[in-house]
């Protein structure tokens, strides 16, 4: 055997080897991608399932008068008019507060703070306020807003409460928006002669708007649902009419299912409204997140992000 035929017996052999780890690879890849959606379905699947379970429980139940109708009969008959309206003042009052003060936190962080040792305590105590029960939010809320600063148990009690329960969310979520804007950005504004906030206002912000209003759209769901933190500082337990003030208790959905679901007297007719309420306050939820995609969307469409 001669040096030529050595030389192809060595580069088949090797062009083998090759072919081998690239079917490897891809079939790995295949796996890798098969997981992926797998974990997407089996997501979608009990998505699906919560949507289609509450929609069959309350559905029946849902009609005209129920929504703009003040309950009645101890609150077996009417509707829930007034837990619809304040939910939406609360989740409306959260976000009016967490979003300007989590958005001014973030730029802090990111364009102005000079990284020294307090800053890195102060993202280490937001992202550990982040995991905070809600109750301890809800006796915080108590404590200060209603007792120490007198607003009593109101829908400025709650709005304050449940606002400072979403600021890490979207602290974070700001964060990492502002973050992702290219420097290339940055440098070409201030390269035009902007000063430092005029690039932040009219070039970081409107790039980071689709980022920011993602942190909003995940702490909407968790604002609107929670019951603890109103419990003691903005809920009631019936009320037949609306509030007239931002120092007005307030019914509220996820309140009212709990006490309906707790406190009822005739559990066979208040179940169905509970479920009811429910499919409801799913409804507002996913309402306010679509406005909030909607504007997203725009946005990414305006600045090509």
Same mark, same amino acid.
């Given at each position: 055997?001669?040096?030529?035929? !050595?030389?192809?017996?060595?580069?088949?052999?090797?062009?083998?080897?090759?072919?081998?780890?690239? *079917? !490897?690879?891809?079939?790995?890849?295949?796996?890798?991608?098969?997981?992926?959606?797998?974990?997407?379905?089996?997501?979608?699947?009990?998505?699906?399932?919560?949507?289609?379970?509450?929609?069959?429980?309350?559905?029946?139940?849902?009609?005209?008068?129920?929504?703009?109708?003040?309950?009645? *009969?101890?609150?077996?008959?009417?509707?829930?008019?007034?837990?619809?309206?304040?939910?939406?003042?609360?989740?409306?009052?959260?976000?009016?507060?967490?979003?300007?003060?989590?958005?001014?936190?973030? /730029?802090?962080?990111?364009? $102005?703070?000079?990284?020294?040792?307090?800053?890195?305590?102060?993202?280490?105590?937001?992202?550990?306020?982040?995991?905070?029960?809600?109750?301890?939010?809800?006796?915080?809320?108590?404590?200060?807003?209603?007792?120490?600063?007198?607003?009593?148990?109101?829908?400025?009690?709650?709005?304050?409460?449940?606002?400072?329960?979403?600021?890490?969310?979207?602290?974070?979520?700001?964060?990492?928006? /502002?973050?992702?804007?290219?420097?290339? $950005?940055?440098?070409?504004?201030?390269?035009?002669?902007?000063?430092?906030?005029?690039?932040?206002?009219?070039?970081?912000?409107?790039?980071?708007?689709?980022?920011?209003?993602?942190?909003?759209?995940?702490?909407?769901?968790?604002?609107?649902?929670?019951?603890?933190?109103?419990?003691?500082?903005?809920?009631?337990?019936?009320?037949?009419?609306?509030?007239?003030?931002?120092?007005?208790?307030?019914?509220?959905?996820?309140?009212?299912? $709990?006490?309906?679901?707790?406190?009822?007297?005739?559990?066979?007719?208040?179940?169905?409204?509970?479920?009811?309420?429910?499919?409801?306050?799913?409804?507002?939820?996913?309402?306010?997140?679509?406005?909030? /995609?909607?504007?997203?969307?725009?946005?990414? /469409?305006? $600045?090509?992000?």
């Amino acid at each position: 055997m001669n040096i030529s035929d !050595t030389a192809i017996q060595t580069t088949g052999k090797g062009m083998g080897l090759v072919g081998k780890r690239l *079917r !490897t690879s891809d079939l790995v890849q295949a796996l890798g991608f098969a997981c992926l959606i797998l974990c997407v379905l089996f997501a979608l699947f009990f998505l699906g399932s919560l949507i289609y379970f509450i929609t069959a429980k309350g559905i029946s139940v849902i009609s005209w008068e129920f929504l703009t109708s003040v309950p009645r *009969r101890a609150m077996t008959r009417g509707g829930v008019a007034p837990a619809i309206v304040g939910t939406f003042y609360l989740t409306v009052g959260a976000l009016s507060f967490a979003l300007p003060l989590g958005l001014a936190c973030a /730029i802090y962080l990111c364009e $102005y703070s000079p990284g020294t040792t307090v800053v890195n305590i102060i993202r280490l105590s937001i992202n550990n306020l982040a995991g905070v029960p809600s109750v301890v939010f809800g006796l915080f809320g108590f404590a200060v807003f209603v007792k120490m600063f007198g607003f009593g148990v109101s829908i400025l009690s709650g709005s304050l409460t449940l606002g400072i329960m979403a600021l890490p969310g979207i602290i974070s979520a700001s964060q990492e928006a /502002i973050l992702a804007v290219p420097q290339s $950005y940055k440098e070409a504004s201030l390269a035009l002669g902007a000063t430092h906030w005029q690039t932040i206002r009219k070039v970081v912000l409107p790039t980071a708007l689709p980022g920011i209003l993602t942190g909003v759209i995940l702490n909407v769901g968790r604002v609107a649902g929670e019951t603890a933190p109103i419990l003691f500082t903005a809920a009631t337990f019936y009320t037949r009419g609306y509030p007239d003030s931002v120092f007005s208790e307030v019914m509220a959905l996820p309140y009212h299912i $709990y006490a309906l679901m707790t406190e009822g007297t005739r559990p066979e007719v208040q179940t169905g409204i509970a479920y009811g309420c429910a499919l409801i306050l799913l409804a507002l939820v996913l309402a306010i997140s679509a406005l909030a /995609i909607i504007l997203r969307q725009r946005q990414r /469409i305006n $600045y090509g992000s």
